[in-house]
């Protein structure tokens, strides 16, 4: 039986998946905490972001760095407030036209409905690599 909190999540990437990003927005509590685990040095994406703006920049890198030709989230599994979710993605860097594609895991924390924390991990070392000029 699924959860109110994966049903919710699941809502979050059909938003993605549509280029939604008003409503992931949406979603999240004013102090989130956000990141895509792995030194801001390597990649303009990576790093720890706080607060609604600090998503809404997130998502601006994104959409101007990276072209998505695949994104699929696998499995889903909950526990509690926590929401763990594997996938696939690939992509093509805007500036380079280098492409990745590596697994990712997702961990959501969700309070009172809303999102109040994501972890991003993936193969930061072929991000790193791709996206240098």
Do not use: C
Not at 7 to 24: G, P, W
Not at 73 to 78: D, K, L, M
Not at 82 to 111: E, M, N, P, Q, Y
């Amino acid at each position: 039986m699924k959860t109110a909190n994966v049903t919710f999540v699941e809502t979050l990437y059909a938003a993605f998946q549509r280029a939604d990003i008003a409503t992931i927005i949406a979603g999240l509590s004013p102090d989130v905490r956000w990141e895509m685990v792995g030194r801001s040095s390597d990649y303009v994406r990576f790093g720890p972001r706080k607060g609604v703006a600090g998503v809404q920049e997130f998502f601006k890198i994104l959409s101007e760095n990276e072209d998505f030709t695949e994104f699929q989230p696998n499995e889903i599994y909950a526990d509690g407030d926590k929401v763990i979710v594997l996938g696939r993605l690939a992509l093509k860097f805007k500036k380079t036209d280098r492409k990745v594609a590596t697994d990712w895991a997702h961990i959501f924390t969700i309070k009172d409905g809303k999102v109040a924390e994501f972890k991003e991990f993936l193969d930061t070392a072929q991000f790193a690599a791709a996206s240098k000029t």
